[in-house]
């Protein structure tokens, strides 16, 4: 008996070292789905309503918390190794540099005023 526990673990060791990751059951995906659905006519919605400044950062939460579905679930990421949230989290941190930057250029452009003027 405890021999083919022990063939039975060896296998799925094997089978873990081939590449085969987490199965996610279809239940997840299509609720994952509904979510992204849901979350979509919630963007959908907010660009409907004048919620003035606070327009662009919910349509963004919104963004994030989609984006953030897509990475987990669809890509697998949530099931992954640590390496893999490395790399995802380097790209988040490149990314949050690239709009600091950005932002920074965009609100520092009136300060010199115009050239020739």
Do not use: C, E, Q
Request: charged share 5%; net charge positive.
């Amino acid at each position: 008996m405890a021999a083919a526990s022990h063939s039975t673990a060896a296998r799925a060791s094997a089978h873990a070292a081939h590449g085969a990751g987490h199965v996610v059951s279809l239940k997840v995906y299509f609720a994952i789905f509904a979510a992204l659905m849901v979350l979509t006519a919630v963007t959908v919605g907010v660009a409907y309503v004048d919620l003035g400044v606070m327009n662009t950062f919910v349509a963004l939460a919104v963004a994030v918390t989609k984006a953030t579905l897509v990475i987990l679930f669809f890509m697998h990421v949530k099931y992954s190794t640590k390496l893999t949230w490395l790399v995802v989290a380097s790209g988040f941190f490149f990314l949050a540099i690239m709009i600091a930057f950005t932002l920074a250029d965009f609100v520092s452009r009136g300060w010199l005023g115009t050239p020739g003027s």
